[in-house]
């Protein structure tokens, strides 16, 4: 496209003057200007990505982040997907029918291969359902599961303790992925195998024994914590996809001429949330009144108007994941318990990304705390040092972004309780709540249910809404995934 502005502006410029039309006639060779046309429009057989955070884990049943579940979609494939109209379908199912509530049988397509060229078969489904029930990271979710049977070569039987009628959803879950491991090595059956993955990048071919042909034929994966920086990589064609921003962020770029109006943007059923969150660094926010206490001084208000112009969040959760009711947002005050309390002898550490969105928020938030008589400062990490503070929950206040899929309602409460927020006591207090979501089957009443184990968590104040965003992805023209 760069290439396509030039040769415009050369043609406007030669009629100007000379001088200035050596600017752009030095940057376009000929056959370039021959055969313009065909570059713009031709497929690109490779595709690079650039998203906020690396890949720290490619195995899906250890996986707690969404920026690292997204190389599902390349490497694995679960029994059942979603399709477009929010449906969910058979993937690597034949047909499947309820044996009464407990019992589901599956037949199992004849066509699928994994990575290594080993055909799947109902053995090699058992034995990949019975590793995620045994080691996953929320391996819980499944806990209703009394055992994976094989009864022929492509047919099973996965039998439940009792009813529950979100499992044929939960098992399009990532974690759900079908993998074959062979002396250590994951295998999966997606269009594409891993060649490799290093801090700075992850590098995806193609599967040759996918049942499809799959184009492109090579997939990278980068990470740039700068939203900036992620779409200035697009303007440069440096990359061809771009991934966590927002439909705002979008529009401000445009505006600024960083990406062309006709730019293909694509929605997501992705959100995420800004928030301020609490550590156990020093025990300081160990307590509940200390969290409370910084949750009634700051002025949400005041940090996302002037940073994001957008409304602050009003819900614990994103509002598109369920109908809130309990769990929305009280303005506390508490001011009057401060002189009294430790906490202004305290000096607090704010950790924030080294990109200029989060440490505008966190220096907003400084100036917020220090005009109420506090004693902070600020370290910037980059982000290998700050993904290692925010798993060992070694900060006392970070700003943080906490991502959602609005496919994965159960998953979504795992993840923020055990990854984010790092309270494994208090999702096992939920899974209780849990069990009867399961069993319930009209949306409304699940809302409910939903909405109370939201609002339980949000009283213990564990962390600080301030803005809830939809995400998007920038696709170049160039690009088109097909498998």
């Given at each position: 496209?760069?290439?396509?502005?030039?040769?415009?502006?050369?043609?406007?410029?030669?009629?100007?003057?000379?001088?200035?039309?050596?600017?752009?006639?030095?940057?376009?060779?000929l056959?370039?200007?021959?055969?313009?046309?065909?570059?713009?429009?031709?497929?690109?057989?490779?595709?690079?990505?650039?998203?906020?955070?690396?890949?720290?884990?490619?195995?899906?049943?250890?996986?707690?982040?969404?920026?690292?579940?997204?190389?599902?979609?390349?490497?694995?494939?679960?029994l059942?997907?979603?399709?477009?109209?929010?449906?969910?379908?058979?993937?690597?199912?034949?047909?499947?029918?309820?044996?009464?509530?407990?019992?589901?049988?599956?037949?199992?397509?004849?066509?699928?291969?994994?990575?290594n060229?080993?055909?799947?078969?109902?053995?090699?489904?058992?034995?990949?359902?019975?590793?995620?029930?045994e080691?996953?990271?929320?391996?819980?979710?499944?806990?209703?599961?009394?055992?994976?049977?094989?009864?022929?070569?492509?047919?099973?039987?996965?039998?439940?303790?009792?009813?529950?009628?979100?499992?044929?959803?939960?098992?399009?879950?990532?974690?759900?992925?079908?993998t074959?491991?062979?002396?250590?090595?994951?295998?999966?059956?997606?269009?594409?195998?891993?060649?490799?993955?290093?801090?700075?990048?992850?590098?995806?071919?193609?599967?040759?024994?996918?049942?499809?042909?799959?184009?492109?034929?090579?997939?990278?994966?980068?990470?740039?914590?700068?939203?900036?920086?992620?779409?200035?990589?697009?303007?440069?064609?440096?990359?061809?996809?771009?991934?966590?921003?927002?439909?705002?962020?979008i529009?401000?770029?445009?505006k600024?001429?960083?990406?062309?109006?006709?730019?293909?943007?694509?929605?997501?059923?992705?959100?995420?949330?800004?928030?301020?969150?609490?550590?156990?660094?020093?025990?300081?926010?160990?307590?509940?009144?200390?969290?409370?206490?910084?949750?009634?001084?700051?002025?949400?208000?005041?940090?996302?108007?002037?940073?994001?112009?957008?409304?602050?969040?009003?819900t614990?959760?994103?509002?598109?994941?369920?109908?809130?009711?309990?769990?929305?947002?009280?303005?506390?005050?508490?001011?009057?318990?401060?002189?009294?309390?430790?906490l202004?002898?305290?000096?607090?550490?704010?950790?924030?990304?080294?990109?200029?969105?989060?440490?505008?928020?966190?220096?907003?938030?400084?100036?917020?705390?220090?005009?109420?008589?506090?004693?902070?400062?600020?370290?910037?990490?980059?982000?290998?040092?700050?993904?290692?503070?925010?798993e060992?929950?070694?900060?006392?206040?970070?700003?943080?972004?906490?991502?959602f899929d609005?496919?994965?309602?159960?998953?979504?409460?795992?993840?923020?309780?055990?990854?984010?927020?790092?309270?494994?006591?208090?999702?096992?207090?939920?899974?209780?709540?849990?069990?009867?979501?399961?069993?319930?089957?009209?949306?409304?009443?699940r809302?409910?249910?939903?909405?109370?184990i939201?609002?339980?968590?949000?009283?213990?104040?564990?962390?600080?809404?301030?803005v809830?965003?939809?995400?998007?992805?920038?696709?170049?023209?160039?690009?088109?995934?097909?498998?």
């Open positions: 496209m760069k290439r396509y502005l030039c040769l415009i502006l050369f043609t406007f410029t030669i009629s100007l003057s000379f001088g200035q039309s050596e600017i752009y006639f030095d940057e376009v060779q056959n370039e200007y021959d055969n313009f046309q065909q570059e713009i429009f031709e497929e690109k057989d490779e595709m690079k990505i650039v998203q906020a955070v690396k890949v720290t884990n490619i195995d899906p049943i250890f996986m707690k982040d969404q920026y690292s579940i997204r190389v599902v979609n390349y490497l694995y494939e679960t059942f997907n979603y399709n477009e109209k929010g449906e969910i379908v058979p993937n690597l199912v034949q047909k499947w029918t309820w044996n009464g509530e407990r019992n589901l049988e599956i037949e199992l397509r004849d066509d699928i291969y994994f990575q060229g080993d055909k799947m078969s109902a053995k090699d489904v058992k034995s990949s359902l019975d590793r995620m029930l080691s996953a990271v929320f391996k819980d979710f499944f806990n209703d599961v009394q055992n994976v049977k094989v009864l022929d070569k492509n047919l099973l039987e996965i039998k439940l303790k009792g009813k529950n009628k979100l499992f044929t959803s939960m098992l399009t879950y990532y974690m759900c992925s079908i074959k491991e062979v002396n250590g090595i994951i295998y999966g059956t997606g269009p594409y195998k891993l060649d490799k993955i290093t801090n700075k990048e992850v590098v995806l071919s193609k599967n040759k024994y996918f049942r499809k042909d799959v184009k492109p034929s090579k997939i990278e994966i980068l990470s740039e914590v700068s939203d900036r920086k992620r779409a200035l990589l697009y303007f440069d064609e440096a990359v061809d996809v771009v991934l966590d921003l927002s439909p705002k962020q529009k401000e770029l445009k600024e001429g960083v990406i062309s109006e006709n730019t293909d943007v694509i929605e997501t059923k992705e959100l995420d949330t800004i928030a301020i969150m609490f550590g156990n660094k020093n025990n300081i926010f160990n307590k509940k009144k200390n969290r409370e206490i910084i949750d009634s001084i700051i002025d949400r208000e005041r940090i996302v108007k002037d940073i994001y112009n957008v409304e602050i969040a009003n614990f959760f994103p509002k598109k994941l369920f109908k809130a009711n309990l769990s929305t947002i009280k303005e506390e005050n508490t001011l009057e318990i401060i002189k009294e309390n430790k202004l002898n305290e000096k607090i550490e704010i950790i924030t990304l080294n990109d200029d969105i989060s440490l505008k928020i966190a220096n907003n938030l400084k100036t917020q705390l220090i005009e109420k008589g506090l004693q902070v400062n600020i370290t910037p990490y980059q982000q290998e040092a700050y993904l290692m503070k925010m060992k929950q070694d900060y006392e206040i970070a700003i943080y972004n906490i991502l609005e496919k994965y309602l159960i998953y979504n409460l795992g993840k923020v309780m055990v990854h984010d927020m790092g309270n494994k006591e208090m999702y096992n207090a939920t899974l209780p709540f849990l069990e009867i979501l399961k069993d319930e089957e009209k949306q409304e009443n809302d409910k249910i939903y909405d109370k939201v609002y339980l968590i949000s009283k213990n104040k564990p962390y600080i809404p301030l809830h965003r939809e995400k998007v992805i920038l696709e170049s023209k160039k690009i088109k995934l097909n498998y």
